[in-house]
Protein backbone atom coordinates (compact mmCIF):
# COMPACT_ATOMS: atom_id res chain seq x y z
CA UNK A 1 0.00 0.00 0.00
CA UNK A 2 1.04 3.53 -0.75
CA UNK A 3 2.44 6.15 1.97
CA UNK A 4 1.52 9.43 0.94
CA UNK A 5 5.21 10.23 1.22
CA UNK A 6 7.29 7.29 0.43
CA UNK A 7 9.26 8.21 -2.70
CA UNK A 8 8.13 4.96 -5.03
CA UNK A 9 5.21 4.27 -2.90
CA UNK A 10 6.02 0.74 -3.50
CA UNK A 11 5.78 -1.75 -1.16
CA UNK A 12 8.76 -4.53 -1.57
CA UNK A 13 9.50 -7.25 0.86
CA UNK A 14 12.96 -6.46 2.20
CA UNK A 15 15.55 -8.41 0.24
CA UNK A 16 16.91 -9.47 4.45
CA UNK A 17 13.84 -11.86 4.01
CA UNK A 18 16.24 -14.20 2.04
CA UNK A 19 19.07 -13.58 5.13
CA UNK A 20 21.08 -16.60 5.73
CA UNK A 21 20.76 -17.72 10.02
CA UNK A 22 25.01 -16.72 9.43
CA UNK A 23 23.73 -13.24 7.98
CA UNK A 24 21.32 -12.84 11.10
CA UNK A 25 24.17 -13.74 13.42
CA UNK A 26 26.74 -11.11 12.13
CA UNK A 27 24.27 -7.93 12.35
CA UNK A 28 23.12 -9.37 16.21
CA UNK A 29 27.32 -9.99 17.21
CA UNK A 30 28.25 -6.52 15.67
CA UNK A 31 25.65 -4.73 17.70
CA UNK A 32 26.87 -6.53 20.46
CA UNK A 33 30.55 -5.77 20.23
CA UNK A 34 30.12 -2.34 19.47
CA UNK A 35 30.22 -1.52 15.65
CA UNK A 36 33.69 -1.46 14.60
CA UNK A 37 34.45 -3.24 11.20
CA UNK A 38 30.71 -4.08 10.89
CA UNK A 39 30.06 -3.30 7.16
CA UNK A 40 33.11 -5.62 6.22
CA UNK A 41 32.31 -8.37 8.48
CA UNK A 42 28.59 -8.76 8.06
CA UNK A 43 28.70 -8.23 4.42
CA UNK A 44 31.32 -11.50 4.59
CA UNK A 45 28.83 -13.68 6.24
CA UNK A 46 25.74 -13.00 4.22
CA UNK A 47 27.87 -13.54 1.04
CA UNK A 48 29.99 -16.45 1.92
CA UNK A 49 27.15 -17.83 3.80
CA UNK A 50 26.00 -18.40 0.41
CA UNK A 51 23.14 -15.92 0.48
CA UNK A 52 22.69 -15.55 -3.43
CA UNK A 53 19.09 -15.12 -3.11
CA UNK A 54 20.10 -12.34 -0.78
CA UNK A 55 22.38 -10.61 -3.46
CA UNK A 56 19.98 -11.10 -6.31
CA UNK A 57 17.58 -9.36 -4.52
CA UNK A 58 19.39 -6.65 -2.72
CA UNK A 59 19.25 -2.76 -4.04
CA UNK A 60 20.63 -1.08 -6.51
CA UNK A 61 24.38 -1.40 -4.47
CA UNK A 62 23.68 -5.16 -3.88
CA UNK A 63 23.35 -4.41 -0.18
CA UNK A 64 20.63 -5.08 1.84
CA UNK A 65 20.10 -2.44 3.91
CA UNK A 66 19.83 -4.71 7.25
CA UNK A 67 23.58 -5.07 6.85
CA UNK A 68 24.38 -1.98 5.55
CA UNK A 69 25.59 0.17 8.21
CA UNK A 70 24.22 3.70 7.60
CA UNK A 71 26.28 6.77 8.51
CA UNK A 72 23.47 7.72 11.47
CA UNK A 73 24.75 4.75 12.96
CA UNK A 74 28.03 5.66 13.00
CA UNK A 75 28.44 9.13 13.30
CA UNK A 76 27.10 12.01 15.91
CA UNK A 77 23.64 13.15 15.27
CA UNK A 78 22.22 16.68 15.32
CA UNK A 79 22.50 19.01 18.28
CA UNK A 80 19.32 19.52 20.08
CA UNK A 81 17.19 21.83 17.73
CA UNK A 82 18.03 25.48 17.86
CA UNK A 83 14.22 26.10 17.28
CA UNK A 84 11.96 25.33 20.10
CA UNK A 85 9.35 24.14 18.14
CA UNK A 86 9.71 20.56 16.52
CA UNK A 87 8.15 19.90 12.96
CA UNK A 88 7.66 16.50 10.87
CA UNK A 89 10.17 14.46 9.57
CA UNK A 90 11.16 15.96 5.87
CA UNK A 91 10.46 12.79 4.90
CA UNK A 92 6.92 13.51 5.71
CA UNK A 93 6.98 16.45 3.60
CA UNK A 94 3.83 15.57 1.47
CA UNK A 95 1.36 15.39 4.50
CA UNK A 96 -0.27 18.36 3.42
CA UNK A 97 -3.31 19.80 3.80
CA UNK A 98 -4.80 20.62 0.43
CA UNK A 99 -7.51 23.15 -1.01
CA UNK A 100 -9.13 21.86 -3.89
CA UNK A 101 -8.32 23.96 -7.16
CA UNK A 102 -10.95 25.33 -9.13
CA UNK A 103 -13.49 25.42 -6.07
CA UNK A 104 -13.69 28.41 -4.71
CA UNK A 105 -13.35 31.49 -6.30
CA UNK A 106 -11.30 33.44 -3.65
CA UNK A 107 -8.54 31.84 -1.12
CA UNK A 108 -10.23 33.77 1.89
CA UNK A 109 -13.46 32.47 1.37
CA UNK A 110 -12.38 28.80 0.91
CA UNK A 111 -11.44 25.36 2.24
CA UNK A 112 -8.35 23.38 2.88
CA UNK A 113 -8.52 19.68 3.21
CA UNK A 114 -7.24 17.24 6.09
CA UNK A 115 -5.05 14.12 4.30
CA UNK A 116 -7.00 11.53 6.39
CA UNK A 117 -5.08 8.58 4.38
CA UNK A 118 -2.20 9.60 5.95
CA UNK A 119 -3.07 9.88 10.02
CA UNK A 120 -3.52 7.20 12.54
CA UNK A 121 -5.50 6.92 15.12
CA UNK A 122 -7.86 9.65 15.85
CA UNK A 123 -6.24 13.03 16.61
CA UNK A 124 -6.01 15.66 13.60
CA UNK A 125 -2.02 17.21 14.61
CA UNK A 126 -2.83 20.84 14.91
CA UNK A 127 -0.74 21.69 11.90
CA UNK A 128 -3.28 19.24 9.61
CA UNK A 129 -6.78 20.42 11.07
CA UNK A 130 -8.85 21.10 7.94
CA UNK A 131 -9.35 25.20 7.22
CA UNK A 132 -12.92 26.81 6.45
CA UNK A 133 -12.88 30.71 6.41
CA UNK A 134 -15.75 32.76 4.71
CA UNK A 135 -13.50 35.86 5.06
CA UNK A 136 -9.62 34.79 5.38
CA UNK A 137 -7.84 33.73 8.60
CA UNK A 138 -6.26 35.93 11.69
CA UNK A 139 -4.07 35.89 14.16
CA UNK A 140 -5.31 38.05 16.60
CA UNK A 141 -3.75 39.58 19.71
CA UNK A 142 -5.14 37.71 22.73
CA UNK A 143 -4.43 40.66 24.86
CA UNK A 144 -6.92 42.82 22.65
CA UNK A 145 -9.57 40.24 22.73
CA UNK A 146 -12.50 40.22 24.12
CA UNK A 147 -16.03 38.35 24.64
CA UNK A 148 -19.17 40.08 25.32
CA UNK A 149 -21.96 38.33 26.92
CA UNK A 150 -25.50 40.49 26.56
CA UNK A 151 -29.16 39.59 26.03
CA UNK A 152 -31.18 40.75 23.37
CA UNK A 153 -33.05 42.90 26.04
CA UNK A 154 -32.02 43.38 29.49
CA UNK A 155 -34.58 41.49 31.04
CA UNK A 156 -32.60 38.33 30.19
CA UNK A 157 -30.26 38.47 32.22
CA UNK A 158 -28.92 40.39 35.29
CA UNK A 159 -25.93 41.67 34.43
CA UNK A 160 -23.77 41.70 30.92
CA UNK A 161 -20.64 40.79 30.58
CA UNK A 162 -16.85 41.59 28.93
CA UNK A 163 -14.36 39.42 29.46
CA UNK A 164 -10.20 39.05 28.37
CA UNK A 165 -8.51 36.38 27.57
CA UNK A 166 -6.81 36.21 31.00
CA UNK A 167 -10.13 36.29 32.94
CA UNK A 168 -11.64 33.78 31.06
CA UNK A 169 -8.62 31.67 31.44
CA UNK A 170 -9.02 32.11 35.18
CA UNK A 171 -12.58 29.81 34.94
CA UNK A 172 -12.60 26.22 35.56
CA UNK A 173 -12.05 24.90 32.77
CA UNK A 174 -12.78 20.85 30.31
CA UNK A 175 -10.28 19.69 27.90
CA UNK A 176 -12.78 17.15 26.08
CA UNK A 177 -12.18 15.24 22.22
CA UNK A 178 -14.13 16.34 19.63
CA UNK A 179 -15.16 16.07 16.29
CA UNK A 180 -15.89 18.83 14.10
CA UNK A 181 -16.51 18.70 10.47
CA UNK A 182 -18.52 20.89 7.93
CA UNK A 183 -22.00 20.61 7.35
CA UNK A 184 -20.31 20.66 3.23
CA UNK A 185 -18.39 17.82 3.40
CA UNK A 186 -18.49 14.97 0.67
CA UNK A 187 -20.91 17.97 -0.26
CA UNK A 188 -19.16 17.52 -3.83
CA UNK A 189 -20.64 13.52 -4.18
CA UNK A 190 -24.41 13.52 -3.70
CA UNK A 191 -24.61 13.60 -7.94
CA UNK A 192 -21.55 11.61 -8.97
CA UNK A 193 -18.35 10.72 -8.22
CA UNK A 194 -16.75 13.97 -8.25
CA UNK A 195 -12.99 14.34 -6.28
CA UNK A 196 -10.19 11.41 -6.97
CA UNK A 197 -9.44 10.79 -2.68
CA UNK A 198 -10.65 10.54 0.29
CA UNK A 199 -9.11 13.89 1.66
CA UNK A 200 -11.40 15.99 -0.87
CA UNK A 201 -14.36 13.57 -0.31
CA UNK A 202 -14.21 13.75 3.22
CA UNK A 203 -11.63 15.97 4.34
CA UNK A 204 -13.08 18.84 5.94
CA UNK A 205 -13.56 16.36 9.27
CA UNK A 206 -10.89 16.60 11.79
CA UNK A 207 -10.54 15.63 15.50
CA UNK A 208 -8.81 17.41 18.79
CA UNK A 209 -8.95 17.56 22.27
CA UNK A 210 -10.34 20.78 22.91
CA UNK A 211 -9.68 22.79 26.00
CA UNK A 212 -12.33 25.65 27.78
CA UNK A 213 -14.54 27.30 29.82
CA UNK A 214 -18.15 25.70 29.56
CA UNK A 215 -20.96 28.36 28.34
CA UNK A 216 -23.09 27.25 31.48
CA UNK A 217 -20.23 28.65 33.66
CA UNK A 218 -19.87 32.25 31.95
CA UNK A 219 -24.27 32.48 31.77
CA UNK A 220 -24.29 31.51 35.94
CA UNK A 221 -21.98 34.90 35.80
CA UNK A 222 -23.85 36.85 34.52
CA UNK A 223 -27.17 35.81 35.53
CA UNK A 224 -28.99 34.02 32.58
CA UNK A 225 -32.92 33.40 32.67
CA UNK A 226 -32.85 29.77 31.48
CA UNK A 227 -36.92 29.78 31.56
CA UNK A 228 -37.19 33.03 29.10
CA UNK A 229 -33.66 32.61 27.38
CA UNK A 230 -33.84 29.32 25.03
CA UNK A 231 -31.50 30.69 22.13
CA UNK A 232 -27.90 31.79 21.75
CA UNK A 233 -26.59 33.95 19.29
CA UNK A 234 -22.99 33.52 18.56
CA UNK A 235 -20.56 36.39 16.61
CA UNK A 236 -17.00 36.08 15.44
CA UNK A 237 -14.70 39.16 15.37
CA UNK A 238 -13.22 38.31 11.71
CA UNK A 239 -14.99 40.33 8.65
CA UNK A 240 -17.79 37.12 7.60
CA UNK A 241 -19.56 38.83 10.73
CA UNK A 242 -20.22 34.81 11.30
CA UNK A 243 -23.35 34.46 13.06
CA UNK A 244 -25.17 31.50 14.17
CA UNK A 245 -27.81 30.78 16.52
CA UNK A 246 -27.01 27.58 19.50
CA UNK A 247 -30.25 26.14 21.33
CA UNK A 248 -29.67 26.46 24.66
CA UNK A 249 -30.72 22.93 25.78
CA UNK A 250 -27.22 22.37 24.49
CA UNK A 251 -25.70 24.93 27.01
CA UNK A 252 -27.63 23.53 29.68
CA UNK A 253 -26.37 19.60 29.05
CA UNK A 254 -22.82 21.16 29.67
CA UNK A 255 -21.33 19.94 26.24
CA UNK A 256 -21.06 23.81 24.76
CA UNK A 257 -17.67 25.22 25.44
CA UNK A 258 -15.99 28.20 24.79
CA UNK A 259 -12.04 27.06 23.70
CA UNK A 260 -8.62 28.30 23.69
CA UNK A 261 -6.78 25.02 23.37
CA UNK A 262 -6.38 22.33 21.18
CA UNK A 263 -4.02 19.52 21.64
CA UNK A 264 -2.77 20.58 24.77
CA UNK A 265 -1.79 24.05 23.52
CA UNK A 266 -3.81 27.43 22.24
CA UNK A 267 -5.90 27.17 19.42
CA UNK A 268 -3.69 27.60 15.90
CA UNK A 269 -4.61 30.97 14.19
CA UNK A 270 -6.87 29.74 11.61
CA UNK A 271 -8.51 27.39 14.35
CA UNK A 272 -10.36 30.79 15.56
CA UNK A 273 -6.90 32.19 18.20
CA UNK A 274 -7.81 32.76 20.72
CA UNK A 275 -10.87 31.61 21.15
CA UNK A 276 -13.97 29.59 19.44
CA UNK A 277 -16.97 28.02 20.00
CA UNK A 278 -17.16 24.30 20.68
CA UNK A 279 -20.80 22.89 19.84
CA UNK A 280 -20.16 18.72 19.77
CA UNK A 281 -22.01 16.77 17.38
CA UNK A 282 -23.06 20.21 15.44
CA UNK A 283 -21.70 21.16 12.04
CA UNK A 284 -18.46 23.03 11.60
CA UNK A 285 -20.42 26.63 10.96
CA UNK A 286 -21.74 26.68 14.44
CA UNK A 287 -18.02 26.29 16.42
CA UNK A 288 -17.67 30.11 15.53
CA UNK A 289 -14.29 31.17 15.73
CA UNK A 290 -12.67 34.52 16.75
CA UNK A 291 -15.03 34.37 18.94
CA UNK A 292 -16.16 37.73 20.26
CA UNK A 293 -20.11 38.21 21.38
CA UNK A 294 -23.04 35.80 22.90
CA UNK A 295 -26.11 37.21 22.92
CA UNK A 296 -29.33 35.16 24.57
CA UNK A 297 -32.17 35.64 23.33
CA UNK A 298 -36.18 34.09 23.67
CA UNK A 299 -36.19 33.10 19.81
CA UNK A 300 -33.92 31.39 17.13
CA UNK A 301 -32.23 34.19 15.29
CA UNK A 302 -32.55 33.72 11.58
CA UNK A 303 -29.22 35.10 10.35
CA UNK A 304 -27.34 35.22 7.02
CA UNK A 305 -25.72 32.18 7.60
CA UNK A 306 -28.57 30.00 8.57
CA UNK A 307 -31.39 31.19 6.48
CA UNK A 308 -29.67 31.60 3.22
CA UNK A 309 -26.61 29.38 3.58
CA UNK A 310 -26.02 25.86 5.68
CA UNK A 311 -29.77 24.86 4.04
CA UNK A 312 -30.61 21.73 2.63
CA UNK A 313 -32.38 21.54 -0.63
CA UNK A 314 -34.91 19.20 -0.61
CA UNK A 315 -36.08 17.21 -4.27
CA UNK A 316 -39.03 19.01 -4.56
CA UNK A 317 -37.61 22.41 -4.27
CA UNK A 318 -38.17 23.67 -0.52
CA UNK A 319 -35.59 23.84 1.92
CA UNK A 320 -34.40 22.42 5.29
CA UNK A 321 -33.36 24.83 7.67
CA UNK A 322 -31.85 24.24 11.46
CA UNK A 323 -30.24 20.44 10.19
CA UNK A 324 -27.49 20.77 12.48
CA UNK A 325 -26.17 17.56 13.73
CA UNK A 326 -24.05 15.98 11.86
CA UNK A 327 -25.10 12.29 11.72
CA UNK A 328 -23.89 9.03 11.52
CA UNK A 329 -21.11 8.52 9.39
CA UNK A 330 -17.60 6.41 8.33
CA UNK A 331 -15.03 6.62 5.72
CA UNK A 332 -12.38 4.09 4.92
CA UNK A 333 -8.90 6.27 4.90
CA UNK A 334 -6.92 3.02 3.91
CA UNK A 335 -6.93 1.54 1.45
CA UNK A 336 -8.47 4.88 -0.13
CA UNK A 337 -8.90 6.75 -3.49
CA UNK A 338 -5.58 7.04 -5.32
CA UNK A 339 -3.31 4.61 -3.63
CA UNK A 340 -1.89 1.33 -4.77
CA UNK A 341 -1.98 -2.05 -3.83
CA UNK A 342 1.11 -3.64 -5.38
CA UNK A 343 0.85 -6.97 -3.84
CA UNK A 344 -1.69 -9.63 -2.91
CA UNK A 345 -1.76 -10.53 0.78
CA UNK A 346 -2.46 -9.15 4.29
CA UNK A 347 -3.93 -5.67 4.37
CA UNK A 348 -5.69 -4.07 7.93
CA UNK A 349 -8.49 -2.20 6.69
CA UNK A 350 -8.64 1.39 8.93
CA UNK A 351 -11.09 4.36 8.82
CA UNK A 352 -12.85 6.62 11.03
CA UNK A 353 -16.51 6.74 12.07
CA UNK A 354 -18.24 9.20 14.06
CA UNK A 355 -21.33 10.21 15.07
CA UNK A 356 -22.95 13.44 16.40
CA UNK A 357 -25.66 12.11 18.57
CA UNK A 358 -23.53 10.41 21.09
CA UNK A 359 -20.70 6.95 20.71
CA UNK A 360 -19.99 5.00 17.63
CA UNK A 361 -21.61 1.93 18.53
CA UNK A 362 -20.38 -0.51 15.31
CA UNK A 363 -18.90 -0.74 11.92
CA UNK A 364 -19.43 -3.01 9.47
CA UNK A 365 -16.94 -3.29 6.54
CA UNK A 366 -17.67 -4.97 3.53
CA UNK A 367 -15.00 -5.88 0.41
CA UNK A 368 -17.47 -7.65 -1.95
CA UNK A 369 -19.57 -4.22 -2.53
CA UNK A 370 -22.25 -5.17 0.24
CA UNK A 371 -23.22 -9.09 -0.34
CA UNK A 372 -20.88 -9.78 2.89
CA UNK A 373 -20.29 -7.50 5.66
CA UNK A 374 -17.89 -8.29 8.98
CA UNK A 375 -17.86 -6.50 12.20
CA UNK A 376 -15.36 -4.50 12.14
CA UNK A 377 -12.77 -3.87 15.13
CA UNK A 378 -13.43 -0.60 17.59
CA UNK A 379 -9.95 1.19 18.86
CA UNK A 380 -10.38 2.08 21.94
CA UNK A 381 -11.17 5.29 23.42
CA UNK A 382 -14.88 5.38 21.98
CA UNK A 383 -15.71 8.58 22.93
CA UNK A 384 -19.08 10.87 22.19
CA UNK A 385 -19.57 12.72 19.28
CA UNK A 386 -15.67 12.12 18.59
CA UNK A 387 -13.68 10.11 15.85
CA UNK A 388 -13.48 6.31 16.34
CA UNK A 389 -10.94 4.70 14.60
CA UNK A 390 -12.12 0.98 13.28
CA UNK A 391 -9.76 -1.63 11.50
CA UNK A 392 -9.98 -4.90 9.85
CA UNK A 393 -8.30 -8.29 8.98
CA UNK A 394 -8.07 -8.38 4.93
CA UNK A 395 -7.13 -10.70 2.29
CA UNK A 396 -6.32 -9.10 -1.19
CA UNK A 397 -6.37 -11.91 -3.62
CA UNK A 398 -5.40 -9.51 -6.40
CA UNK A 399 -9.35 -9.88 -7.48
CA UNK A 400 -11.43 -6.69 -8.09
CA UNK A 401 -13.00 -5.31 -4.76
CA UNK A 402 -15.62 -2.81 -3.39
CA UNK A 403 -14.78 -1.64 -0.02
CA UNK A 404 -17.58 0.29 2.21
CA UNK A 405 -18.29 0.93 5.77
CA UNK A 406 -21.59 1.41 7.29
CA UNK A 407 -21.23 2.95 10.90
CA UNK A 408 -23.80 2.74 13.94
CA UNK A 409 -24.14 4.63 16.46
CA UNK A 410 -25.72 4.31 19.96
CA UNK A 411 -29.43 5.54 18.85
CA UNK A 412 -29.42 2.72 17.04
CA UNK A 413 -29.55 4.74 13.63
CA UNK A 414 -27.48 3.21 10.67
CA UNK A 415 -25.45 5.45 7.91
CA UNK A 416 -27.70 4.98 4.92
CA UNK A 417 -26.35 4.15 1.31
CA UNK A 418 -25.95 6.14 -1.56
CA UNK A 419 -29.68 5.20 -3.23
CA UNK A 420 -31.19 5.48 0.50
CA UNK A 421 -30.01 9.05 0.86
CA UNK A 422 -30.97 10.25 -2.27
CA UNK A 423 -34.49 8.82 -2.51
CA UNK A 424 -34.96 10.81 0.97
CA UNK A 425 -32.65 14.07 -0.21
CA UNK A 426 -32.40 13.88 -3.89
CA UNK A 427 -29.39 15.07 -5.57
CA UNK A 428 -28.88 18.85 -5.68
CA UNK A 429 -28.41 19.42 -1.70
CA UNK A 430 -25.06 20.34 -0.78
CA UNK A 431 -25.07 19.71 2.96
CA UNK A 432 -25.27 17.01 5.41
CA UNK A 433 -24.23 13.85 2.90
CA UNK A 434 -23.42 11.19 5.10
CA UNK A 435 -24.01 7.86 2.75
CA UNK A 436 -21.87 4.53 3.02
CA UNK A 437 -18.23 5.62 0.82
CA UNK A 438 -16.74 2.91 -1.82
CA UNK A 439 -13.35 2.85 -3.02
CA UNK A 440 -12.84 -0.01 -6.02
CA UNK A 441 -9.81 -1.86 -5.72
CA UNK A 442 -8.51 -2.57 -9.04
CA UNK A 443 -7.06 -5.84 -10.18
CA UNK A 444 -3.92 -3.72 -11.44
CA UNK A 445 -4.25 -2.76 -7.37
CA UNK A 446 -5.35 0.94 -7.95
CA UNK A 447 -7.68 1.87 -5.82
CA UNK A 448 -10.94 4.58 -6.78
CA UNK A 449 -13.51 6.20 -5.68
CA UNK A 450 -16.75 4.90 -7.19
CA UNK A 451 -20.77 5.09 -6.59
CA UNK A 452 -22.44 1.57 -7.20
CA UNK A 453 -25.70 2.87 -8.67
N1 LIG B 1 -15.59 33.49 12.67
C1 LIG B 1 -15.72 32.45 11.84
N2 LIG B 1 -16.07 31.28 12.36
C2 LIG B 1 -16.21 30.20 11.57
C3 LIG B 1 -16.02 30.30 10.17
C4 LIG B 1 -15.65 31.56 9.65
O1 LIG B 1 -15.45 31.73 8.45
N3 LIG B 1 -15.50 32.61 10.51
N4 LIG B 1 -16.24 29.18 9.39
C5 LIG B 1 -17.12 28.17 9.96
C6 LIG B 1 -17.18 26.94 9.20
S1 LIG B 1 -18.22 26.94 7.85
C7 LIG B 1 -16.54 25.80 9.60
S2 LIG B 1 -16.76 24.34 8.80
C8 LIG B 1 -15.61 25.81 10.75
C9 LIG B 1 -14.22 25.40 10.28
O2 LIG B 1 -13.34 25.37 11.36
P1 LIG B 1 -11.78 25.18 11.09
O3 LIG B 1 -11.34 26.19 10.08
O4 LIG B 1 -11.14 25.31 12.42
O5 LIG B 1 -11.61 23.79 10.53
O6 LIG B 1 -15.52 27.09 11.36
C10 LIG B 1 -16.72 27.84 11.39
N5 LIG B 1 -16.54 29.02 12.16
MO1 LIG C 1 -18.50 24.73 7.18
Redesign the pocket.
Known sequence: MTHESFPSGRLRKAPENFLTPDGVRAVVDEARQGRRDFVRHAFAAALAGGSAAAAAQAGPAGDPAILTLPEHSRGLGQAVATEGYGKPSRYEANVQRRPSPGLTQTAQAS?SFAPLQSLFGIVTPSGL???????G?WDIDPSRHRLMINGSDDTLLNKPLVFTMDELMRLPSVSRFHF?????NTGMEWGNVAVPTCQYTHG?L?CSEFTGVPLRVLFDLCGVDYKRARYVLAE???G?S?TRTVPMELVESGEVFVAYGQNGEMLRP???YPL?LVVPGV?????????RRLEVGDQPYGTKDETVH?VDLMPGGLHRQYTSTQECKSVITTPSGGQLLLDRGYYQISGLAWSGRGKVKRVDVTTDGGRNWRTARLQDPVMSKCLTRFTLDWQWHGKPAILQSRAMDETGYVQPGTRQLRAVRGTRSIYHNNAIQSWLVEESGEVRNVQLS
Open positions: VHFERHHQWIECGAMSGADSMEQGRQGVSWVKYLY
